[in-house]
């Protein structure tokens, strides 16, 4: 009797334990097809299609089976449906109205893409919700990580070599584009700060912090103005939350501090001085420091006639002026989803950013939709869990405000991978929040 008793809660926690290492799986492979999966074609439809959307349609099966473990983020997942529901209903009715240069289906494209990334964040937080301890999530993260490294490796290889792939300087191994190449160096900034704070052993953390740089000069090197403003700024804000603990936070770390500084030290020296006196056969740096200086000088507000990102907005913008001149509630209501592509008549993103998208699209409705989203997902920050643990309050809101830097010049929700690892990020930080909350004690150190 006493055997047949426990075997039912033996059955089930192996099956929880089943679930949770196949929903630690797939977050893999989520997270690996986002980062290096290359287009199914180069034009055409297939385009636009990568093979994590291939594996949607089972993320969303699986996210719809773990319904009921969505209830803590259902106020985030209701505001961005209200958001996405609107610019879709609005499309439908501009579209039948005559504006019709673009097919419905390549105009959908943004509105289905906004929802499968929402999903992803549906999956991976029901995931983070489940880790049960400390060592568990060093391990969900660092694995995470496992994704960046080809890419990381290339950028070493292509840094040692001075045979850059990107558009204006690294490249990763499916992209020339330094927006896309940026992001991804820009995301793996973010997990190795995250596994850095994780870590006990101050060695160890001194080298997942130095990799943080590592890629934060792989993000400089891409040519990715927006991927670089937001590296700054998350590194502004992540520092400014732990300067009021500076005193305790050099003590314990002094040392592993100073190695940081002295790594960093070497890094820059052995970039700038040291391997530029070889002679590689590529042309050596100076041809990527004449490009890469120059891209960044474009900034400079005293030419800000000649910012190719303001004319785009300008164009963009008045194009969008004209259609509301003879359709006054287009206003209220904008073009909906897709809309910059019927500015321009093909499929492009050309808006050049997030909140001029979200003008032409949505209108003054949806721009405040729009707000209202961000700001339910925002207020996550106010769960009450000890400030320190983890730091994972303090990366969550270091992501947040340097997305939104990043938003200024380029449609991030949008695009694959700045969209799809935002939310997959997201999810991995607010499910071990909520879960913390819940359980309003630190998670035990096995």
């Not at 719809?64 to 106020?75: D, H, M, T």
């Not at 005293?302 to 004319?311: F, M, P, Q, V, Y």
């Not at 209108?363 to 000890?386: E, M």
Request: some cysteine; proline content about 3%.
């Amino acid at each position: 009797m006493i055997h047949d008793s426990l075997q039912l809660p033996i059955a089930n926690s192996n099956k929880k334990g089943l679930i949770y290492y196949c929903m630690w799986v797939w977050s893999l492979l989520i997270t690996a097809s986002v980062v290096l999966s290359p287009r199914l074609g180069e034009s055409g439809f297939l385009k636009y299609i990568r093979i994590d959307d291939i594996l949607f349609p089972v993320t969303a099966a699986a996210t719809l089976v773990l319904l009921y473990s969505l209830r803590p983020i259902k106020k985030i997942i209701v505001a961005f449906l209200y958001l996405y529901s609107f610019n879709a209903i609005v499309l439908l009715v501009t579209h039948s109205s005559g504006l019709n240069n673009v097919t419905l289906l390549e105009k959908s494209l943004p509105f289905l893409k906004n929802i499968q990334y929402l999903i992803y964040f549906c999956f991976v937080f029901t995931f983070a919700y489940r880790i049960s301890n400390l060592k568990n999530y060093q391990q969900v993260i660092t694995s995470i990580f496992l994704c960046f490294i080809p890419n990381l490796f290339y950028g070493l290889f292509q840094v040692s070599t001075f045979n850059f792939s990107g558009y204006y300087g690294l490249g990763i191994l499916n992209e020339i584009s330094p927006t896309l190449a940026g992001s991804v160096f820009y995301f793996s900034i973010i997990i190795c700060n995250l596994i850095a704070l994780i870590e006990p052993k101050g060695s160890i953390k001194c080298f997942w912090a130095f990799l943080g740089i590592v890629n934060f000069i792989f993000v400089a090197l891409a040519g990715s103005r927006g991927a670089f403003l937001a590296s700054i700024a998350y590194y502004v804000i992540l520092i400014s939350h732990q300067i009021v603990n500076i005193r305790t936070l050099i003590k314990p770390f002094g040392k592993t501090i100073l190695s940081v500084i002295i790594l960093f030290s070497l890094v820059c020296f052995t970039f700038l001085v040291i391997i530029p006196s070889f002679n590689t056969g590529y042309g050596g740096i100076n041809e990527i420091l004449n490009q890469l200086p120059n891209r960044y000088l474009e900034l400079n507000p005293t030419n800000i006639e000649g910012e190719a990102r303001l004319d785009n907005w300008t164009n963009v913008l008045s194009m969008y002026a004209g259609t509301v001149n003879s359709f006054p509630l287009l206003a209220l209501f904008g073009l909906g989803s897709g809309g910059t592509y019927e500015i321009f008549g093909v499929l492009m993103n050309a808006a050049d950013s997030q909140f001029v998208y979200v003008i032409v699209t949505g209108g003054l409705i949806g721009f405040l939709l729009y707000l209202n989203a961000l700001s339910k997902l925002y207020a996550f920050k106010k769960h009450k869990i000890p400030n320190n643990f983890l730091g994972l309050k303090q990366t969550f809101i270091s992501l947040f405000w340097s997305f939104i830097v990043f938003s200024i010049s380029q449609e991030v929700f949008n695009l694959s991978k700045t969209g799809g690892l935002f939310w997959i990020m997201s999810g991995l930080l607010l499910g071990v929040i909520c879960k913390q909350t819940k359980l309003n004690q630190t998670f035990p150190i096995i």
